[in-house]
């Protein structure tokens, strides 16, 4: 059988379009180690296109270590895989010739979506890059087989890093918003949960690797009204969406009525559900009462398969800084589900993981945080649903 190797790819825009980079790596399939990093800045592109770049530049690697090797591409944007894999169209051009690029490359080349968390190498390189062209630089990484590369190293660093950031932000100083005198230029999130679906109406489960259900009626028109009520408060600078069906079903009609770009970020998808997708609550209260009392009592514990929402809220937390750092002082949708942004609201306000369980949020309300750049931030408002006065709204899990 011929040998395995394992492409990590990402890229980013910070602006979308804006200054953007790649990132790449190639690994070993058996041992895992790192045979080699490639990373370039690329001047002006949307994130789609960095993203698009890294997956090319990563195969491109890949053959010149073993053009005979099976390929494995592990990347966070679920649109290349899904374009990649042929189950989506890709309509935009630029994408489009990309795409046609890396098909040209004579690899057999599986893709495999994974959770940004489990893509923080390639996401370091981009960073790595993004942050010289920040300073005036344009860089090429391109670090080859036999470079003894730190695999661990780069773990511990990073937890080091994160570690410090939290550190940083439990000893921030608060501040009473509209009293300070200068908080900075705020990145404000106006955050939409997707509109009702079939499993939201029937109050069934229905998160990140199970069905992905797309928008009922309803939702459709619940989008439509959340797309009107965003461009009425003066629209946005760019969209973020997770990358279900529902949720860019909901980001297009905001795209329609704002003119706005959309950012797929994986890491505000739902919470993982695993078993329980699809049935209702009654329905796993009988089929895994041990399980699902377990559930109820620890946000540690995550359902048969699935994700907890300690889990959950570390990845969602993680998505944030990200966005944050590609639109820092901007005015941008999110559009995601009901568990990210409860979890936002109470990393906003500092609340307990538990305040997620007494919240509620209806498809297609909107809720809105301003973060600052000191690292303080202010919720301005939470699941209104006015705009859904005209709309018959369903509620859902």
């Excluded at 106006?190 to 069905?211: P, Q």
Aim: include cysteine; glycine fraction near 10%; proline fraction near 4%.
């Amino acid at each position: 059988m011929s040998r395995l190797l394992i492409v990590e790819a990402d890229g980013g825009s910070r602006g979308n379009p804006g200054p953007a980079a790649y990132g790449a790596l190639v690994r070993d399939g058996e041992t895992g180690r790192i045979l080699a990093e490639v990373a370039e800045t690329i001047g002006e592109a949307t994130n789609n296109v960095a993203e698009y770049r890294g997956m090319l530049a990563g195969l491109q690697c890949a053959q010149g270590i073993d053009p005979g090797a099976r390929v494995e591409a592990r990347l966070d944007s679920k649109l290349i895989v899904e374009q990649m894999s042929g189950r989506w169209a890709i309509r935009n051009a630029a994408l489009r010739e990309l795409a046609l690029a890396a098909r040209r490359i004579p690899l057999e080349v599986t893709y495999t979506w994974v959770p940004r968390e489990r893509n923080t190498a390639a996401d370091r390189l981009v960073n790595e890059a993004l942050d010289a062209q920040a300073h005036g630089e344009r860089i090429r990484i391109d670090r080859r087989i036999g470079s003894g590369l730190p695999d661990a190293d780069d773990v511990v660093g990073e937890a080091r890093e994160q570690r410090a950031e939290e550190v940083r932000q439990e000893h921030r100083p608060h501040r009473l918003v509209g009293w300070a005198q200068d908080l900075g230029t705020p990145t404000t999130m106006l955050l939409g949960r997707h509109g009702a679906t079939e499993y939201s109406l029937d109050k069934r489960f229905s998160g990140a690797g199970g069905f992905d259900a797309p928008l009922a009626a309803v939702g459709l028109r619940q989008a439509e009204a959340l797309g009107r009520e965003i461009a009425a408060r003066g629209g946005v600078d760019a969209i973020v969406a997770s990358p279900l069906l529902r949720t860019l079903q909901t980001a297009e009609r905001v795209a329609h009525h704002t003119g706005a770009s959309i950012d797929v970020d994986a890491g505000i998808i739902e919470c993982g559900f695993g078993e329980w997708d699809g049935h209702t609550f009654a329905e796993v209260s009988a089929t895994w009462p041990i399980e699902l009392a377990a559930w109820l009592s620890s946000t540690d514990v995550a359902p048969p398969g699935g994700e907890s929402f300690a889990e959950c809220r570390d990845r969602v937390d993680r998505a944030r800084r990200g966005i944050l750092q590609r639109h820092g002082g901007q005015r941008i949708a999110v559009i995601s589900h009901v568990s990210p942004i409860k979890l936002l609201t109470g990393i906003c306000v500092d609340a307990p993981l538990t305040s997620l369980y007494r919240m509620e949020l209806t498809p297609c309300s909107l809720t809105t945080i301003a973060w600052f750049p000191d690292g303080n931030s202010s919720l301005f408002g939470f699941a209104e649903s006015a705009h859904l006065r005209d709309v018959d709204a369903g509620f859902g899990v």
